[in-house]
């Protein structure tokens, strides 16, 4: 079974600070993508970024990046200067093949 | 360049009824999928579908049912309306199977 565990249910970080949501997962497959996903409010569901599993260079998305562990099976995300917008539920979801498979969520909350 | 539209936003329906989902996929995608996400939940995959034809389907009985027509928007059918399908039904348009998914807003389904 592919499973995926997002251990902080819910995290709390100062405007212009830095936060990290931690990610695993469990798979036997060998190609595969993860995504980190946020869902605010208004309920739709907006890619933050996206990996490869064959590459080892970790992704970045201006304030976002990730650490890849591929043998480890961890997949963090890291926000910098974390702003009020980033209040949101963060999903982590490896993609194998034609579906992804979603973690439990991370309720991120950016205080002023 | 237009998203992913879902309709009705929200629903409500009586145990032992039928509904139907509606989702405009993204210009350009071919493939779309459907999933359920109960309240404080991550999504689970119910189903995709690529040029018209199913392309793999999660852990859902077959009251669950979709469709996708020749401009790649799709339905989402279910029979015999439980309680427990209460939840935000979000369909995700693709360019091609195994890249990274573009959300709809969702339908939130109320069974009363």
């Known amino acids: 079974a592919q499973t995926v565990t997002q251990s902080q249910p819910e995290m709390s970080v100062q405007e212009a600070e830095t936060v990290t949501l931690s990610c695993t997962y469990d798979?036997?497959?060998?190609?595969?993508?993860l995504f980190w996903y946020k869902q605010p409010p208004s309920r739709q569901m907006i890619l933050v970024i996206r990996q490869e599993a064959y590459k080892q260079q970790n992704a970045t998305e201006n304030r976002f990046s990730v650490n890849f562990q591929k043998a480890a099976k961890s997949f963090s995300l890291k926000i910098s200067d974390s702003q009020l917008g980033d209040t949101a539920m963060y999903f982590c979801?490896?993609?194998?093949?034609?579906?992804?498979?979603f973690g439990a969520g991370t309720i991120l909350r950016v205080k002023s | 360049e237009t998203g992913v539209t879902q309709s009705p936003t929200h629903l409500i329906k009586t145990r032992g009824q039928q509904v139907t989902l509606r989702c405009s996929s993204q210009s350009g995608h071919n493939t779309v999928s459907w999933y359920q996400q109960a309240l404080g939940q991550g999504p689970q995959f119910i189903f995709q579908y690529y040029r018209e034809e199913e392309n793999g389907r999660g852990n859902f009985p077959p009251r669950f049912s979709g469709l996708q027509f020749p401009n790649y928007s799709s339905e989402l059918n279910v029979n015999a309306l439980e309680l427990d399908d209460s939840a935000l039904y979000l369909c995700a348009s693709s360019p091609g199977r195994g890249t990274e998914a573009f959300f709809g807003q969702g339908t939130r389904l109320t069974v009363v």
């Open positions: 979801a490896p993609g194998y093949g034609n579906k992804l498979v």
């Open positions: 798979t036997s497959e060998n190609n595969y993508y």
